[in-house]
């Protein structure tokens, strides 16, 4: 039975200091190119026929080191860049700053509301649903294999999407840089 997995990309920069990436390109750091490794040799037993990546470097780079020496083709799709933070892309540990616009995003997701240049939640799962329907769910059906190397927000609303979670606990089924889970 052919299965779909998710991947985080590896950790980068600005992972580590709490720093919003969203769709800013920060590249993989060491640490993140070494978690790639790590994982390649923790799932080194499972089977995949295709892969899609983000486009963005931290994840295409991730999906490179995880598949190295299979054969497995890789191609970038744009449905898979993170969600966009707008403005605030940069910022740093929103967490603790109640006044940051991101605050709801990552605290109250249901009373978010896009900043300037951001994406909606709306916008994210209509985004990852289409990919899904259209290209992943596809594959699968035609007995492939596919991996999915993306982010922390658009893999986590595919996972919502595909398990029904409500929008409150969205970020509960958020994944760690280059944790591997099975989607379908």
Not at 35 to 45: Q, S
């Amino acid at each position: 039975m052919a299965m779909i997995y998710l991947m985080r990309h590896g950790q980068t920069d600005w992972n580590a200091c709490y720093k919003i990436q969203g769709r800013t390109d920060v590249p993989l750091n060491a640490a993140g190119r070494q978690m790639a490794r790590e994982a390649r040799e923790k799932y080194a037993a499972l089977h995949f026929d295709i892969c899609y990546a983000s486009p963005l470097c931290r994840a295409l780079e991730t999906a490179e080191i995880f598949l190295e020496g299979r054969g497995v083709p890789i191609y970038t799709d744009a449905r898979l860049k993170e969600m966009s933070f707008g403005i605030c892309e940069g910022s740093e540990h929103v967490f603790e700053h109640p006044e940051s616009p991101l605050y709801p995003l990552f605290k109250d997701p249901v009373h978010y509301r896009a900043v300037e240049g951001a994406e909606s939640f709306d916008d994210l799962f209509a985004r990852a649903g289409d990919f899904l329907d259209h290209v992943a769910i596809p594959a699968m059906q035609e007995g492939k294999d596919v991996l999915i190397v993306a982010h922390g927000a658009v893999n986590t609303a595919m996972i919502c999407r595909t398990e029904g979670t409500e929008l409150a606990r969205f970020w509960d089924n958020l994944c760690g840089n280059c944790e591997l889970r099975r989607l379908l």
